[in-house]
């Protein structure tokens, strides 16, 4: 395996001057986010749009009549909710179904390494009463992918969002369903292109930029992954998701979302249980709990970015009232940059590399703009609490 150092400041296009937000804890090294003259980012900007200038009863007709264009009555499905049992797509899915009579097909594209808690999320929701179809592509394309997606994008995670981008639109097509039902624009709320804040849909041809980092599925023969084995994660054909009407909403443009209050939901109506330990490398419980592998994910974004998951957790938390930004700042420094040690053995072998590999391949991607070598190992030169140590606080 040959290690080359990586230019994650080019591929991103990431400021080399680092900025926080004033109100939150992210920076501005978060792809496609935007601070303005205030020094306040894009993300906490759009939520003073979501409480103060959206008329939600008006967004709530506006679901109510695609509902009405959707729903079909004749037994068969008419919305594709992307679900892995989680408390966002759940929350989607009752949703849809209970409030708006709809009739969901709730799809599930599998986790590389399923964990017992999110198995058991995803069971109890399909109890609660869901048709669910579960995506389960060839484990060990999968796993080769993981690999080469660790090294060539840092971030092992990647074969994973192909299939959960791509999945759900191929249900729509062969079910004959008009309409897919996301939770949140990732992009609007937690800080990127806004182009999509007050429109409801989102267009396929973002995807590749937005959730691919530029390289589609099939850039992967350059590697040696056959088409036939990369098909699973493959788009459809445009044009039979065109001639099929397929088209993309989230349901945060016509609800105002909050993650913690779909937590307080989904516990109550789809049988949702938290974790007992937080996830490594944040302070939650709830979020993001079905795969072993994903703690890597996180962390490779701490180290390409500076952006760990409590960075992202405390600044959406500080963003909907829930938390002050001390103690978001308070809890980036204590775990933002935590490495995820619980699953790591099984995640090398799941990569079938070795840990000197993955120490090397973390330092390929660590921009020089954001990390020192010292004596003591790496260490940010910009972080969020350096200006708390400022104060003499
Ligand atoms: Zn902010």
Same mark, same amino acid.
């Given at each position: 395996m040959i290690i080359t150092k990586k230019d994650v400041t080019g591929q991103y296009n990431l400021p080399l001057e680092v900025k926080f937000c004033r109100r939150c804890t992210m920076s501005n090294q978060r792809p496609r986010i935007h601070f303005d003259e205030q020094g306040i980012c894009s993300a906490c900007r759009f939520s003073d749009v979501k409480r103060s200038k959206i008329d939600w009863s008006e967004r709530e007709r506006e679901l109510r009549d695609l509902c009405d264009r959707n729903r079909k009555n004749n037994g068969e499905y008419d919305v594709i909710v992307p679900c892995s049992g989680g408390k966002d797509g759940s929350f989607v899915a009752h949703q849809l179904k209970f409030e708006f009579g709809m009739n969901p097909l709730t799809v599930t594209w599998a986790p590389l390494q399923a964990t017992e808690i999110g198995r058991r999320n995803l069971d109890a929701f399909i109890q609660s009463g869901f048709d669910n179809i579960l995506g389960t592509p060839n484990g060990a394309v999968t796993r080769k992918l993981a690999r080469l997606a660790t090294q060539h994008m840092g971030d092992p995670f990647q074969p994973f969002i192909y299939g959960q981008t791509n999945f759900p639109l191929h249900m729509a097509v062969k079910h004959n369903v008009q309409l897919v039902m996301y939770g949140e624009n990732g992009e609007v709320e937690y800080g990127g292109d806004m182009k999509?804040? #007050? /429109?409801?849909? /989102?267009? +396929?041809?973002?995807?590749?930029?937005?959730? #691919?980092?530029? +390289?589609?599925?099939e850039f992967w023969t350059e590697h040696g992954v056959s088409l036939a084995d990369l098909k699973p994660f493959s788009a459809p054909n445009p044009e039979q998701v065109r001639s099929n009407k397929t088209e993309i909403h989230f349901l945060g443009y016509y609800k105002s979302w909050d993650p913690q209050e779909n937590y307080y939901y989904c516990r109550e109506h789809t049988g949702f249980t938290p974790n007992t330990e937080r996830s490594e490398g944040t302070y939650s419980k709830y979020a993001s709990l079905d795969d072993r592998i994903d703690g890597f994910h996180y962390y490779l974004g701490f180290i390409k970015f500076g952006i760990g998951r409590t960075t992202s957790d405390a600044s959406h938390e500080i963003r909907d009232g829930k938390i002050e930004r001390e103690e978001g700042i308070a809890l980036v420094r204590r775990y933002d940059g935590e490495f995820p040690e619980r699953y790591y053995k099984e995640f090398l072998e799941y990569c079938d590399i070795t840990d000197e590999q993955f120490r090397e391949i973390l330092d390929s991607w660590r921009p020089d703009h954001l990390w020192r070598k010292t004596s003591n190992g790496w260490e940010l030169k910009h972080a969020v609490w350096h200006e708390i140590d400022a104060l003499g606080t």
């Open positions: 999509n804040a #007050f /429109r409801p849909t /989102r267009d +396929l041809e973002d995807h590749d930029k937005h959730y #691919f980092s530029g +390289l589609p599925v």
